[in-house]
């Protein structure tokens, strides 16, 4: 079928009225949960074979974190869909006001390859639970994923309502998009692609949603806790072998611990890596020798104080600090999205602060400190997506806060019920009763000016 014609059909279906109902709504969410778990099997080898993911991280960070989407979604959509009484203003009296969230359309979802079941299916479930008809977009680069649900979807739903339309996105996204306007794209993945997708959106006048990336700081305090941080960093940027939107990028920590920083993340390593990662059974994979050979030439950008061992045959790339990096290398102009941590260090609030100038409003922003004010500080002067304190990547696990960036690293957010309002449109509606209808606000207004005055202003 050619893309015309499916989605001339979805428009035909959405238009229909089928997605408007509450239960279709929840009955689809239900559905697709059950043929998610009923795969669950599936999707842990398909994640396995192109990511090397544990189970236990393919939970965490895939199926659970969808599967945890579609419960809360289930549990409140009922209160998300209900109409929003406002107050109503002097001048429109005795009318009522509230804002009633619609469905937007026919949407487009693409997603990228680092967790490519989650990227895809997370925003699916705030679209669906919004009453869209969605086409889904997968990326190429995670083939035994990509496969698997291809079949969840095609077993669940009707082309009609959810497509699934595979292949190489810089050909079949600008084929869809000369076929159709879409009612909203919702794209994930590198802020070079972002760009294109939001120039070829803005010819249409179609809303988007840009979920990018770029380089995340996380600051380490003269007066954080060493221990703890090694391990939070170390358990963030080491997740997925560092190919998350939000790892922390580089380290800044003040001068004053950076040696006893620095051997405390060694050890952190060793205990939840082993001496040899590459056989520990639970350190991931990077995804194609072009992301591998592009990571590997980074190596050379600074002294490396712990790891730098590779294979390219397995795209293996052990967990790696570097020191001695220069601020204006390779490695601290583009964002690494892989397991090379280059740690620097700084000596006042000032000299870190200039350093994280030079990619300003990064996805994510980390500082570890023991002290309220420096947080304050930090928080009030990095201008970022999001933000953890003594913490690095957990926020986007809690669905009460909006996930996204500002600036390089994305437009707009989503996560449980901003999900749902990143795919419907807030209707304005004004209901005004047929009486009373008072002569004042019909022509003629001669001798009205005074009264109009004190009604609007
Ligand atoms: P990518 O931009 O190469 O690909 C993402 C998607 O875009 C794929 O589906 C691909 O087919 C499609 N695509 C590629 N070229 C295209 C083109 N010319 N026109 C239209 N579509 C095209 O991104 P990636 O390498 O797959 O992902 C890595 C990047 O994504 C990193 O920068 C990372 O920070 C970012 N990311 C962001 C988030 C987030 O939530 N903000 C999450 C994951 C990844």
Redesign the pocket.
Known sequence: MSYLSLLTKMREYFASGATQSVEFRKQQLQRLRDEILKNEQAINEALYQDLHKSPEEVWVSETGLVVGEINVALKQLDAWVKPRRVRTNLLNLPSSSSILPEPLGVVLI??????PFQ?LLNPLVGAIAAGNCVVL?????APATAAVMKKIIEAVFDSSYIAYVEG???SV??SLLESFRFDHIFY????T?GR??YKMAADQLTPVTL???GKSPCVVEADASINVAAKRIALAKWNNAGQI?VAPDYILVHASVRDSFLQELKKVILNFFTENPATCGHYGRIINSKQFDRLVSYLKDGSIYHGGHYDREQLYIEPTLLTEVAIDSPIMQQ?I?GPLLPVLSYNSFEEAKSIIARNPNP?AFYVYTENRAHEKAWLQQVPAGGACVNNSIFHLLNHRLPFG?RGTS?VGAYHGKYSFDTFSHQKSVLRTPTWPDPALKYPPFKGKLNLLKKLIG
């Open positions: 693409i997603a990228p390859w680092n967790y990227l977009k997968p990326s190429e680069y190489d996105g810089a996204v600008p994930t993945g590198s802020t692609v294109i997708i979920e990018l990336g939107c964002e999205f996805l960036g994305g």
